[in-house]
């Protein structure tokens, strides 16, 4: 029987504020929680920001709405974009002369040009005919709203960061967040387990793309810079992966990144969550980290036609001036959608691991479907590979749920706010709960807070839902005043305000998460609540292991509590051990049976038995 792979830890970061204490998830639906409630979420976000946190009044928590969820971009300034402009000079009366400093001349002396010598150090070039130019300036760029995370969060003050990749300084306070979400020192888990029990799939879906990595390395030579001997090596798509293990977990188990564009992080879930069932692993570091808010990759983008521009969005509204906190418009009158920098992690655990240690359990995850598009004219437009993964996820939830329990699922759709997206997801949720009997199927889409963080989406989606789990309330998608005329609404309930399931949304007794990226992957998760994670437990392992279990999970619930609060006033632990207890080759002893590694208390055991003995 296939292990239950649990949901035991979660942290991250992303447009609405830190993911673990689910305070990212309280910004989205505060307008619904009691002031008690919010209290901590507007404390955390205030030290974040560098606010006044001592004092959390009208005027504070102001500051903090303004500067959280989709609003005008702070990594670049959408006024004054670097930019250079091709010319050709061309010579009047007299010949083009300048001077110019030796070190300074080109290694090819193009053919028109004349040097004289000034001094030793410079000369005086004069260029006979035309002479091609680029020329600095700065453009008003057409898209100005994006997904950051919360204004002056200063991520360089959090650790020795020097010449790292924003997505990769946005991973180590991720991965921490989720190690700090455990309640359990990460060193006493690993005593429980052998060193290759642990899994880390975590990567980025566009790479690192900033100065410090391949955006550098690429215009280093067409921008007089330099390349550095990092940027090669911080570029690629699975160092999230790479910087976790060296640097934050001390991992020598099995790693990896799994790509599938906007739906890496399921890609990376289902990985986890296969290491979990098959019990290859115990643990399972599951994430993605993003930060494509650089022009570069926007416009990328933009040029396609997928982002909503300033003057789009002004046609919708009619507008003068661009509503950039409603830039991102899932299932209504839209233009594209919102980009967003985004580090969402969750911890997976074996449920005996669990059960033993009394970690919290937030959820489950019963199964990630992928599937292609197959034959289609348009590597980028959507294909048939959803309507299976959707398919095939509601299969199961009514298999372990049940017709009546199917009732009692939600979606966290895909919801980019493109005007091609609208049609076809909404097309497939209302087609699939029709076949299923399903009425009435509450939809939402957290892009429209948090924007699209690409291969980090599904993260977003799913730390959203679990915080339903803990308060009650389903985000509603409330930058939208109606649903466009064209969008499939049979069986559904798209919600355009916040939807109350029960205490800790007892209502609800799973997720669907669905996401869909370019080049044909498509992926839907089937998420279980922790109380139905809870009756499952039961059912296997018997009622006096789950309150044995319970017991112990208290005090573990505490020290996360602990953990939350001080995260909360400032005292966060940021796990970055760089060239700490660096094992070699003398830290490693090999027999047939075993491999021991310095610092670890457990052994790696070697195959003892033919797996293939049936073939022999």
């Not at 299976?388 to 980019?416: D, N, P, R, W």
């Not at 706010?417 to 299923?436: C, D, K, M, W």
């Not at 789990?469 to 309930?493: C, E, F, M, R």
Request: glycine share 10%; with cysteine; proline share 3%.
């Amino acid at each position: 029987m296939a292990k239950l792979p649990l949901i035991v830890g979660l942290g991250g970061i992303n447009a609405a504020g830190r993911s673990s204490g689910f305070h990212s998830y309280k910004r989205l639906v505060c307008d619904a929680l009691q002031d008690d409630v919010m209290a901590s979420t507007w404390q955390d976000l205030a030290q974040r920001m560098g606010l006044d946190a001592s004092d959390i009044n009208a005027d504070i928590i102001a500051q903090i709405k303004a500067g959280t969820l989709v609003r005008r971009t702070t990594t670049f300034d959408p006024k004054a974009v670097p930019f250079q402009r091709k010319a050709k000079l061309t010579a009047g009366a007299e010949p083009i002369t300048f001077q110019l400093k030796k070190s300074k001349l080109p290694q090819s002396i193009p053919a028109n040009w004349s040097l004289t010598d000034i001094d030793n150090k410079t000369v005086t070039v004069t260029v006979e005919g035309d002479f091609d130019v680029l020329i600095n300036d700065a453009i008003d760029y057409p898209v100005s709203s994006a997904g950051n995370i919360p204004t002056g969060f200063d991520l360089d003050k959090l650790y020795n960061s020097r010449s790292h990749p924003r997505g990769l300084k946005l991973t180590v306070y991720g991965a921490s967040d989720a190690l700090n979400s455990l309640g359990v020192d990460w060193d006493s888990i690993l005593k429980l387990i052998n060193p290759d029990e642990v899994s880390v799939y975590a990567g980025s879906a566009l790479g690192q793309v900033d100065e410090n990595s391949f955006g550098g390395m690429l215009s280093a030579y067409f921008k007089g810079g330099r390349v550095s001997t990092k940027m090669m090596a911080m570029s690629l798509a699975e160092m999230p992966a790479d910087f976790i293990n060296s640097y934050v977990i001390n991992s020598a188990g099995t790693t990896g990144t799994n790509m599938g564009a906007c739906a890496s992080f399921l890609y990376n879930l289902r990985q986890g969550m296969l290491d979990i069932q098959s019990g290859k692993s115990k643990v399972a570091i599951v994430g993605n980290a993003e930060a494509p808010v650089e022009t570069g990759v926007m416009e990328g983008f933009r040029v396609m036609g997928a982002l909503a521009e300033d003057d789009q969005l002004k046609a919708l509204d009619s507008s003068d001036s661009v509503d950039n906190r409603r830039a991102c418009r899932p299932f209504s009158s839209n233009a594209g959608f919102t980009m967003a920098e985004s580090a969402q992690f969750v911890v997976l655990m074996d449920d005996e691991l669990a059960l033993e240690l009394g970690v919290t359990i937030y959820g489950s995850v019963a199964d990630v479907f992928i599937n292609a598009d197959a034959n289609k004219k348009s590597i980028s437009a959507p294909g048939i590979g959803n309507y299976v993964t959707v398919a095939k996820a509601t299969a199961l939830a009514k298999a372990i749920l049940g017709e009546g329990g199917l009732q009692h699922t939600f979606v966290q759709a895909h919801g980019t706010g493109t005007p091609q997206n609208r049609v076809t997801e909404s097309h497939i949720l209302s087609e699939v709960a029709a076949s299923f009997n399903i009425t009435n199927w509450p939809v939402t889409a957290i892009k429209s807070y948090v924007g699209h963080s690409m291969g980090a989406a599904a993260g977003d989606q799913l730390v959203a839902s679990l915080g339903v789990w803990q308060h009650g309330w389903i985000p509603g998608i409330k930058t939208i005043d109606h649903i466009a005329d064209d969008v499939h609404q049979a069986n559904l309930n798209i919600l355009t305000d916040h939807q109350f399931v029960g205490d800790k949304g007892q209502e609800m007794k799973a997720v669907l998460l669905n996401a869909k990226g370019f080049g044909g992957n498509n992926a839907t998760g089937l998420v279980l609540s922790p109380q139905q994670t809870l009756m499952m437990l039961e059912a296997k392992y018997g009622a006096s292991v789950v309150n044995t279990y319970q017991e112990k999970n208290n005090q573990i619930q505490q020290t996360a509590a602990m953990a939350d609060h001080n995260a909360c006033v400032g005292d966060e632990n940021i796990r970055y051990a760089f060239g700490n207890a660096v094992i070699d080759d003398t830290g490693v002893n090999i027999s047939t049976e075993e491999v021991r590694l310095q610092g670890f208390a457990n052994a790696i055991k070697l195959v003892q038995s033919n797996p293939y003995q049936d073939y022999s």
